[in-house]
């Protein structure tokens, strides 16, 4: 069983309890968001997650004749909940993956 599956109370009615699990909470989810700096402050490790995030055709139309909207619309999804964590670690991430990508795309059709 690894951390994720733990349960961080095992009372819910101990207050200490719950207030210790709610502090290891925060303290994971501190740190995810802070791995998650670690990678975009990097050029490479933006050049990554904009490639994830075109892959999950974030920024496209799901629309598709046939069923396979479902697994368009799944795998947008995806792309949004990367982008909304991208956000949360710090916006200005965000923005400068796009600016790099838009200055790549014009360098592309030059």
């Known amino acids: 069983m690894n951390n994720k599956d733990r349960a961080l109370v095992k009372n819910a ?23 998650l700096k670690f990678v975009l402050e990097t050029p ?3 050049r990554v997650m904009w490639g994830l ?3 999950c055709k974030t920024f496209n139309s799901v629309w598709e004749s046939s ?6 619309s799944g795998q947008q999804d995806i792309g949004h ?15 400068q993956m ?5 200055k790549e795309s014009l360098d592309v059709q030059q």
């Open 13 to 35: 009615a101990n207050k200490k309890q719950v207030k210790n699990a709610n502090k290891e909470e925060s303290s994971q989810r501190e740190q995810q968001l802070n791995d």
């Open 98 to 102: 796009m600016k790099e990508n838009k």
């Open 67 to 72: 069923a396979k909207i479902h697994y368009n």
């Open 53 to 55: 995030l075109e892959h």
């Open 81 to 95: 909940y990367l982008m909304a964590e991208i956000v949360e670690a710090d916006e200005k991430y965000l923005y």
């Open 44 to 46: 490479q490790g933006r």
